[in-house]
């Protein structure tokens, strides 16, 4: 068991390290405070941490992204939970609407998804992707033309940057993927 208290932890390498701490937390003997120090990348990870811990009756209090406190506490049992399909996993599927000019709906994902990986449709549509979202519990991707190379800052989605690499093969123009420097340090060297 965790005996709670202050922990501070780097917050420009990975959120898997600070989701680790969160799910555990509410374990602990004493309150945690977690204080992130220097920038947090891949928020939007960290949200899905903290939302389906609040769906499962866990307190956090998230003061900017710099420091969470949480108190011991235990999860909400329950007889079901709908678990959404993966958006890292689907932006392959979208990936393919844009590479063979075509049309693909996923269903499971949603628009307004607690994942930020969603955001990769963002990128699609400034490429030239058009994105329908016809009812709450699928999406479409659909393509007619080449698609074009832009400069995006992928910060918050990092796990979809080698996705968009293998795109930015069949778009017209440039492409560039900024801000992604924490992929080197994940399960593998992802940028080499």
């Known amino acids: 068991m965790l005996n709670g ?6 917050g420009d390498k990975s959120s898997q390290y600070i989701t680790s ?4 937390a509410p ?11 220097g920038d947090l990348v891949s928020i939007p990870y960290v949200e899905i941490t903290k939302k389906m811990m609040e769906d499962f009756g866990v307190s956090i209090v998230n003061n900017g ?14 007889d079901s939970y709908i678990i959404e399909g993966d958006c ?12 063979a000019k075509s049309k693909i709906k996923l269903n499971n994902i949603k628009l307004d998804s607690i994942q930020g990986d969603i955001k990769f449709l963002d990128v699609l549509k400034n490429m030239g992707v058009e994105v ?22 992928m910060k918050h989605i990092s796990d979809t940057a080698q996705t968009l690499s293998v795109v930015a093969l069949f778009a017209k123009g440039p492409t560039e993927i900024k801000n992604v420097y924490n992929m080197r340090i994940k399960e593998t060297d992802r940028i080499r």
């Open 5 to 10: 208290g202050k922990i501070k932890i780097k």
């Open 21 to 24: 701490i969160l799910l555990s």
């Open 27 to 37: 374990y602990s003997k004493k309150t945690i405070e977690l204080e992130i120090i």
């Open 65 to 78: 992204y710099k420091n969470f406190v949480l108190n011991p506490n235990s999860y909400n049992k329950t």
């Open 88 to 99: 890292s996993s689907a932006s392959y599927f979208f990936a393919m609407s844009a590479i």
């Open 132 to 153: 329908i979202s016809n009812d709450t519990n699928s999406v479409t991707v659909s393509c007619n033309d080449i698609v074009r190379g832009i400069s995006v800052d």
